[in-house]
């Protein structure tokens, strides 16, 4: 499967921004997703994540409250809304996929998914 994110930009603290990862190639719907970012100089960490069935998410200390990830399987699209963005949230954000044929799990490690987009990048401002 191939994923094109989009949906980066410059925002001021206190924004919102909603990054979208549009998924082609296979059937969609039966791959969990999840959002990891990475900013200069750190490792890339878990942001959110769903499972194939949209019911079930995992969201980082850091962006619960803030940040919520849906899906729309019909569009073959997973979405990222981020509001009351901090500076510190200023990273490239990478969607990722992983195959899943039974279990309704999400995943937040990087090394469990199978597929990555090429990464847009965020940067908030104070």
């Known amino acids: 499967v191939q994923l094109q994110a989009s949906g980066g930009g410059l925002v001021q603290a206190g924004g919102s921004l909603r990054l979208s990862c549009a998924a082609s190639?296979?059937?969609?719907?039966?791959?969990?997703m999840g959002w990891f970012r990475q900013a200069p100089g750190k490792e890339r960490e878990p942001v959110t994540a769903?499972?194939?069935?949209?019911?079930?998410?995992y969201y980082a200390d850091s962006v619960k409250g803030r940040f919520t990830i849906s899906r729309d399987n019909a569009k073959n699209t997973v979405y990222l809304q981020m509001n009351s963005l901090k500076p510190e949230d200023t990273a490239v954000y990478y969607c990722?996929?992983?195959?899943?044929?039974?279990?309704?799990?999400?995943?937040?490690?990087?090394?469990?998914?199978?597929?990555w987009g090429q990464g847009t990048q965020v940067t908030v401002s104070s």
């Open positions: 990722a996929a992983r195959n899943v044929y039974s279990s309704g799990s999400y995943y937040y490690r990087p090394y469990e998914y199978n597929y």
């Open positions: 190639g296979r059937t969609f719907d039966r791959y969990a």
């Open positions: 769903i499972n194939w069935t949209g019911d079930s998410t």
